[in-house]
């Protein structure tokens, strides 16, 4: 269902974990001026500050998990919700991320001007920014050519957080991966959606302010640190478990180019060197370890309950 400027219908949505305060009130301010209609999946126990905040958003767009179902169960959710509503399309927001204004409508009229030249496409995102003064990662994007065409701002996978999805797409493709919880979500589903015929688009020129990871230990920054350049060093060993297990995992599926799979491997390899210089403490390596071992066997879902020191954060 392709829906012209006109025709569509635009949600957003959020799935909160630990959420702060502080984001969520930019959040919601950003698309209530934008009169967004908001979905809302709430991944276990909610502050008290953050049920205050939910008291903005109509009740029927809010569903809730007691336990922390992860971050793709909880996308899913939202997106079937606002599917079985009538919604043509969704703004996938992390609960750290900050939209511009009229992002939804931006970003929609240039999915629309790329369908009118006959191409098929999953989701358009805008590129993604650390905030000024911070130590946040940038993300890099993974270029992607489709063989046989040139066609403009083309990547492998859109990070999830303000991307813009065809709900039509969505349903063609498939699902998010339940099974992954948290982390390659998107990477795993933006290669399967190019395998199944449908775009992701970087629109370059449109930004939006995203806390990706964690920021430098305080006690790092303004010297050099020997893991600064990379997410996997500066991960919780909780977390480092779903980022590796659900990159291992992804060299045993056939949509999943060789090329990827290559520098996947070498990738991990050079993080791994890289956080044996910064990472001393035995749950980081025991994590790092069990999360090969699981992802080569298939052994997905939630963090196994020896790893599990608290819980894994969104």
């Known amino acids: 269902m392709r829906g012209d400027a006109h025709t569509a219908r635009i949600a957003a949505a959020t799935v909160l974990f630990n959420a702060d305060p502080h984001l969520l009130r930019q959040l919601l301010k950003a698309l209530r001026e934008d009169h967004c209609t908001l979905f809302v ?13 939910l008291t903005q958003i109509d009740t029927r767009h809010i569903y809730r998990s007691r336990e922390n179902a992860g971050q793709g169960a909880g996308l899913d959710k939202v997106i079937r919700a606002a599917s079985d509503e009538g919604f043509s399309h969704i703004l996938l927001l992390d609960q750290d991320s900050t939209p511009p204004p009229g992002l939804a409508r931006t970003l929609h009229g240039r999915m629309t001007a790329l369908e009118h030249a006959g191409i098929n496409i999953a989701a358009v995102g805008p590129r993604l920014v650390p905030p000024d003064g911070s130590t946040y990662l940038p993300i890099s994007y993974w270029r992607w050519q489709p063989r046989g065409r040139k066609l403009s701002g083309a990547v492998a996978f859109l990070p999830t957080s303000g991307s813009l999805i065809s709900i039509d797409a969505w349903h063609r493709i498939g699902p998010m991966r339940a099974d992954y919880f948290i982390d390659g979500i998107d990477v795993e589903w933006g290669y399967r959606a190019w395998n199944s015929g449908w775009a992701n688009i970087l629109i370059d020129d449109v930004t939006m302010i995203h806390r990706w990871g964690d920021e430098l230990p305080d006690e790092s920054r303004g010297h050099a640190w020997p893991g600064h350049k990379w997410q996997a060093a500066r991960l919780p060993p909780e977390r480092i478990y779903f980022y590796v297990r659900n990159a291992v995992h992804g060299l045993r599926l056939a949509h999943m180019p060789l090329r990827w799979k290559v520098q996947q491997v070498l990738r991990l ?10 990472r001393r403490d035995r749950d980081y390596w025991r994590c790092f370890r069990r999360a090969v071992r699981d992802g080569w066997n298939g052994r997905l879902g939630p963090l196994p309950a020896e790893l599990n020191r608290g819980t894994a954060s969104e």
Not at 41 to 53: C, K, Q, R, W
């Open 41 to 53: 999946f709430v991944n276990g126990p909610a502050s008290d500050d953050i049920e205050t905040l």
């Open 269 to 278: 390899t050079a993080q791994a060197a890289t956080a044996s210089l910064a």
